[in-house]
């Protein structure tokens, strides 16, 4: 998987750099926005990393100009402007995905992840299935083991997108975003007990837990085989 | 010299447009007076000689020409102080009878009045007459006349009088507005002083009244309430700084500390991983508290308020209530919602949802096992209200205005997880709608109402 990250704070994307090598990507960086123009053009990045500020061109506009030109590859912006409108604008400027700084950097890689998933494209499905948990997205049921196991329809939100990101690591923030529709962290991780909930109905008397925590990132719904 | 400043004032330029029109306005009323008092006179003396000629040339028609020399000897004989003049010759002007030695010389307009200037034997004045000739049947020549030099001082001495009085009233006018222009002046520069020396940085003084109640007080009383809350909102800015530079402390040394006993000696790597751990749990609190922050200065700025859309207040509730249900119910509470429906408030769901958060992630915190929160929306006669309510420990009366700012937590709750500036972000969101926050007592508890005004207002 090869990336572009377009960042004018040369120490923090040494940091991704470093950070995403680690987590087995190839990034190449470039700090100006004109370049980056360039760069997106001549070479074919599977994910590309824009900050909105940038010198000479900036974030949104190389965005733009990437739609224009017919370049889909998915774009994660990246603001200092933790601002709902900001990222309203950001997402209409054909990104896929926002988020604002100060990030952790687990929080980085699993939008990507999921980002690099989506340019995949899988077929609309109608069951979603991981191990022994079915999902029948139609008549709404969730079965664990053939047993059918009652949810609220939140409860059913969140184990959906959790299934749908099976095998890999989803923020509380990126929850928040996708299953409540709200842009910030409350005081308390109150996202910590819907998922403890969760876990009873879908893990408990079973032997392999599903529903793992993974720590200092989020959650992750996988056959732990 | 007169100052350049006095020169520039706007107020001396008032008064010379002032006085201007006030000169212009006393030479007319002067002129009406000239005309009518000297006027009159001169007119009155025209009339006396018609008459006197009408009565001459009657006498000459009844009774002759020696009967008309009879009468003008007897008038001239009459007029000792001489005031009256008469004249009567022949056709080749040769005297007949009358006080003058000679036929005068003037030049006929055609009317036959003509102002004549006369030697005078006896004085050494010479006298200023007004005549009439009129030509009698028998080619006889008539002057009759007076003596005018009176009216003539009369009229001088009231157009002296009108001079003097026109050029009176333009000096007095004058220095009177050059006195009101300084007098201005002068308290103008009172007020500018005082500015000046604010903006140098004296920020505690204070612009001085004359306690006259008049309009410069009362410039001067408004300029000193704007600088009382100017000052008000600086010290607020600088409590909050405070706090801030406080409240970041705290953690920075926990950090600081824990990271320096961490390298004071070699440590297995476990024990790394868990220091680290530990630094950015301490970083990620910071981080949401500047997040907080932000958040607040955002909603404060009011600059959102343009993109506001309407809101349906028992869905937001409704959907905040879910996300708090697990929690309350592993805390042990009972969480009652009671959310009428159609209650619509123009707002930022972003924002409202974060202050509704707030108030239950407090609520939920503060209030003890076994006890409860209540979530009410309702369509109140003042407008549209979101009530939460609980029945923890409650804030005192005295420390309900306190607990709204930033950083400010109760030292009952010192020990409590959180920033501080979860209700603050509450009162900001609340005044970004226009809406009044009011904690009161739940007995026992804390009721925190958002009364939003009603629609359309």
Known sequence: ???????????????????????????????????????????????????RMLPSVDGLTIVRTMRTAGNHAPVLILSALGDVDDRVKGLRAGGDDYLVKPYAFAELLARLEALLRRGRADPPDTTLKVADLEMDLVARTV?????????????????????????????????????????????????????????????KGHDKPLLATIRGAGYSLRDSN | MIP???????????SIIHMAAFGLSVLVLLWFI????????????????????????????QLGLTGLIRVIKSRVAKDKAGSSVYLLTDWKFNPLAGNLPEWPKFKDTGSGWFDATLEDTEN??????????????????????????????????????????????????????????????????VINKASREIMAGDLTRRIPSRGAGDE???????????????????????????????????PLNRIRAGLEISLAKSRTPEEYQAVLEATVTEIDNLLMTFNALLTIAQAESGARRQDFTDIDLASLAADAAELYDPLAEEKGLALHLSLAPGV??????????????????????????????????????????????????????????????????????????????????????????????????????????VAFPRAGK
Do not use: C
């Open chain 1, 1 to 51: 998987m090869r990336l572009l990250i377009v960042e004018d704070d040369l120490e923090a994307a040494a940091y991704m750099v470093k950070g995403l090598k680690e987590s087995g990507y190839v990034a190449d960086h470039v700090a100006d926005g004109r370049e980056a123009l360039y760069r997106v053009a001549a070479e074919s990045y599977d994910a590309v990393i824009v900050d």
């Open chain 1, 143 to 203: 079965k664990r083991a053939g047993k059918p196991i009652e949810l609220k329809p939140k409860e059913f939100a969140l184990l959906e997108y959790l299934m749908r990101h099976a095998g890999h690591v989803v923020t509380r923030t990126m929850l928040l975003e996708n299953v409540w529709d709200y842009s910030f962290d409350p005081q308390t991780n109150v996202i910590d007990v819907h998922i403890s909930r969760l876990r009873q109905k879908i893990d």
């Open chain 2, 4 to 14: 350049t400043k006095l020169l520039r004032s706007s107020t001396l330029r008032l």
């Open chain 2, 34 to 61: 000239y005309t009518s008092t000297a006027g009159f006179m001169e007119r009155q003396t025209d009339e006396t000689i018609n008459a006197e000629i009408q009565g001459l040339a009657e006498q000459y028609s």
């Open chain 2, 124 to 189: 050494f004045e010479p006298r200023r007459v007004r005549m009439r000739y009129f030509l009698l049947p028998g080619n006889f020549h008539l002057v009759v006349g007076r003596d005018v030099s009176q009216r003539l001082k009369m009229d001088r001495l009231i157009m002296d009088a009108l001079i003097w009085g026109l050029g009176l009233t333009l000096v007095l006018g004058g220095v009177g507005g050059l006195l009101t222009s300084r007098w201005m002046l002068k308290r103008i520069d």
């Open chain 2, 216 to 250: 410069f007080d009362r410039l001067a009383g408004n300029l000193n309430a704007m600088l009382d809350q100017i000052t008000k909102l600086m010290d607020g800015v600088k409590q909050v700084s405070n706090n801030i530079a406080h409240d970041l402390r705290g």
């Open chain 2, 344 to 449: 619509t408030v123009a707002g930022n769901r972003h924002l409202l949802s974060q202050a509704l958060a707030n108030l239950l992630d407090n609520a939920v915190k503060y209030t003890p096992s076994g006890g409860s929160v209540s979530l009410m929306v309702s369509s109140a006669p003042g407008g549209p209200e979101l009530t939460v309510a609980d029945t923890g420990p409650g804030v005192p009366a005295e420390h309900r205005e306190l607990v709204l700012e930033r950083f400010a937590r109760l030292e009952s709750s010192r020990n409590t997880p959180g920033s501080g500036l979860g209700l603050s972000l509450v009162a900001a969101v609340a005044g970004l709608h226009r809406a009044t926050l009011t904690l009161s007592d739940n007995a026992p508890g804390l009721r925190v109402t």
